[in-house]
């Protein structure tokens, strides 16, 4: 996988700062106030950081920015980065200007002269978040991974408080990768032995085969595999670091390619498709984090694993199939395949493992970014109190989320003259019907979830954290969610 930076945090020692050789990075708050590093480093480049931080130039900067002085006498380092911050700031402002301090770097080495910044940690955070390039199929011109070193008072305690920031990042980047590899790369069966590696953290794996689950029945998932070479599969990952209680469930859609099937989609942008294992991305990096940091909380992830290809085997519109619940199922359009994956997916995880409550995540419309765009996923709900913790999470971690209808009225959209339920209600509405679809796979009183990140999996241009591409979106929110509830 791509590994995230792995900082340094080091002791108070003024004298390094005249030798360092990358990008030293001061911090000045609004009152242009300069700190002792703030004053070693202006003494050693003959007053131009005072110069600079009392001009109207720094004024203009806004909190978190970043200014870049070049070539700056008196010192070895390449230039100083000028980040505008208080000594106490905001948690998510210390991450953004991290994120900031990131992107100035400009591929070289990074000495952060935090001193006694409260939020030191989130800094950094916000630093390694954005240090992300999925380069691995490049043969040439690889962006060149950097050092980071941070000069901090206490720097023992700020390095342990960054121990949790440090798994959160790697459950990010493991997502972030499953996401922005290939199809031809990342087929089922590659995604399930990359999975299967979470074994090695302790996290319990299976991979339930196709001939599992057709005995299990789940004929509406493995429809949607059934024109391809790629064999349908289902992992199932389990992090029980708690004690006797039930499990709360995460479930992913993992769609590892998406044509459309028999009811193919227009052929340009049809490359994005690689993104449409998104949700099962998102859970995977969750059950990554939560064995990283030792989360004291029994999770279990179920992501379903299809590839949707047309081919004589493939499924056609008008079919009907019979669920694992039992319900028939008329496909209207092979391309609402996500649906189809998630019903019997969700339907096991609430009959094998009995949850205290289920979140599913699927990149399953396009409907929900023409209603949020790229800001925000649209997040449905059965249970108001679930709900409001999500979304708690959600802002607490800077994840855009918005809650979204559910009703009974839209029921009649998906009416089926010949089963039991039709697998798409049209354009009205199509997040809804499809969120209402899934709905039908959960079971009275179960606190439910359904997540539609097509807007947020990936995007084409940068986000705070993320370079265009994979943005591990969720992956924050989950662990917050788990983290503030679950957790004994």
């Given at each position: 996988?791509?590994?995230?930076?792995?900082?340094?945090?080091?002791?108070?020692?003024?004298?390094?700062?005249?030798?360092?050789?990358?990008?030293?990075?001061?911090?000045?708050?609004?009152?242009?106030?300069?700190?002792?590093?703030?004053?070693?480093?202006?003494?050693?480049?003959?007053?131009?950081?005072?110069?600079?931080?009392?001009?109207?130039?720094?004024?203009?900067?806004?909190?978190?920015?970043?200014?870049?002085?070049?070539?700056?006498?008196?010192?070895?380092?390449?230039?100083?980065?000028?980040?505008?911050?208080?000594?106490?700031?905001?948690?998510?402002q210390a991450r953004r200007a991290g994120a900031e301090i990131a992107k100035a770097a400009n591929d070289s080495n990074l000495m952060l002269l935090a001193g006694t910044n409260s939020?030191?940690?989130?800094?950094?955070?916000?630093?390694?978040?954005?240090?992300?390039?999925?380069?691995?199929?490049?043969?040439?011109?690889?962006?060149?991974?950097?050092?980071?070193?941070?000069?901090?008072?206490?720097?023992?305690?700020?390095?342990?408080?960054?121990?949790?920031?440090?798994?959160?990042?790697?459950?990010?980047?493991?997502?972030?990768?499953?996401?922005?590899?290939?199809?031809?790369?990342?087929?089922?069966?590659?995604?399930?032995?990359?999975?299967?590696?979470?074994?090695?953290?302790?996290?319990?794996?299976?991979?339930?085969?196709?001939?599992?689950?057709?005995?299990?029945?789940?004929?509406?998932?493995?429809?949607?595999?059934?024109?391809?070479?790629?064999?349908?599969?289902?992992?199932?990952?389990?992090?029980?670091?708690?004690?006797?209680?039930?499990?709360?469930?995460?479930?992913?859609?993992?769609?590892?390619?998406?044509?459309?099937?028999?009811?193919?989609?227009?052929?340009?942008?049809?490359?994005?498709?690689?993104?449409?294992?998104?949700?099962?991305?998102?859970?995977?990096?969750?059950?990554?984090?939560?064995?990283?940091?030792?989360?004291?909380?029994?999770?279990?992830?179920?992501?379903?694993?299809?590839?949707?290809?047309?081919?004589?085997?493939?499924?056609?519109?008008?079919?009907?199939?019979?669920?694992?619940?039992?319900?028939?199922?008329?496909?209207?359009?092979?391309?609402?395949?996500?649906?189809?994956?998630?019903?019997?997916?969700?339907?096991?995880?609430?009959?094998?493992?009995?949850?205290?409550?289920?979140?599913?995540?699927?990149?399953?419309?396009?409907?929900?970014?023409?209603?949020?765009?790229?800001?925000?996923?649209?997040?449905?709900?059965?249970?108001?109190?679930?709900?409001?913790?999500?979304?708690?999470?959600?802002?607490?971690?800077?994840?855009?989320?918005?809650?979204?209808?559910?009703?009974?009225?839209?029921?009649?959209?998906?009416?089926?003259?010949?089963?039991d339920v039709k697998n798409t209600g049209g354009r009205p509405a199509g997040s809804i019907t499809a969120a209402q679809f899934l709905q039908r796979f959960i079971e009275p009183e179960m606190p439910w979830i359904h997540l539609d990140i097509a807007g947020v999996a990936a995007t084409k241009k940068e986000t705070d954290f993320a370079p265009k591409g994979?943005?591990?979106?969720?992956?924050?929110?989950?662990?917050?969610?788990?983290?503030?509830?679950?957790?004994?």
């Open positions: 996988m791509t590994d995230p930076i792995q900082p340094q945090f080091i002791e108070h020692n003024l004298n390094e700062i005249a030798d360092f050789k990358g990008r030293l990075v001061v911090f000045v708050g609004k009152a242009a106030t300069l700190d002792r590093y703030g004053r070693r480093v202006n003494r050693l480049c003959k007053g131009a950081l005072s110069k600079y931080v009392t001009s109207s130039a720094f004024e203009k900067l806004t909190k978190g920015q970043c200014h870049v002085l070049s070539s700056p006498v008196g010192l070895s380092a390449q230039a100083i980065i000028v980040c505008k911050a208080e000594r106490r700031p905001k948690v998510l939020r030191s940690a989130e800094i950094v955070y916000g630093v390694c978040l954005r240090r992300y390039s999925f380069n691995r199929h490049k043969t040439s011109d690889k962006p060149a991974g950097i050092k980071v070193s941070v000069m901090v008072m206490k720097h023992e305690e700020v390095e342990a408080e960054y121990a949790n920031k440090a798994a959160l990042t790697e459950g990010t980047f493991f997502t972030r990768d499953l996401i922005n590899e290939p199809a031809n790369i990342l087929t089922t069966t590659e995604f399930a032995d990359r999975l299967l590696a979470l074994k090695d953290l302790g996290v319990e794996v299976s991979v339930l085969e196709e001939a599992d689950m057709a005995k299990l029945g789940m004929h509406a998932l493995l429809g949607v595999g059934q024109g391809s070479e790629s064999p349908s599969k289902m992992v199932v990952m389990r992090w029980n670091g708690g004690g006797k209680e039930a499990p709360f469930a995460l479930v992913g859609k993992g769609v590892v390619f998406d044509t459309g099937g028999i009811s193919i989609k227009p052929a340009a942008g049809m490359e994005d498709m690689t993104m449409d294992m998104g949700g099962a991305g998102v859970v995977a990096g969750v059950m990554k984090t939560l064995a990283l940091r030792k989360a004291k909380a029994n999770v279990v992830g179920l992501v379903g694993l299809v590839e949707n290809m047309p081919d004589a085997k493939a499924q056609r519109p008008g079919d009907i199939v019979k669920s694992m619940k039992g319900d028939t199922i008329e496909v209207i359009n092979t391309d609402a395949e996500g649906r189809l994956v998630l019903a019997d997916v969700l339907w096991y995880a609430q009959k094998t493992y009995k949850p205290t409550g289920v979140i599913n995540l699927a990149t399953l419309t396009g409907a929900i970014i023409i209603g949020l765009g790229h800001e925000n996923a649209g997040v449905f709900s059965n249970d108001d109190g679930l709900c409001k913790k999500f979304l708690k999470a959600a802002k607490d971690e800077d994840e855009g989320a918005w809650r979204m209808p559910l009703g009974k009225a839209y029921d009649k959209l998906i009416d089926s003259d010949f089963a994979a943005s591990g979106w969720g992956v924050r929110a989950l662990d917050r969610l788990i983290a503030d509830n679950y957790e004994a």
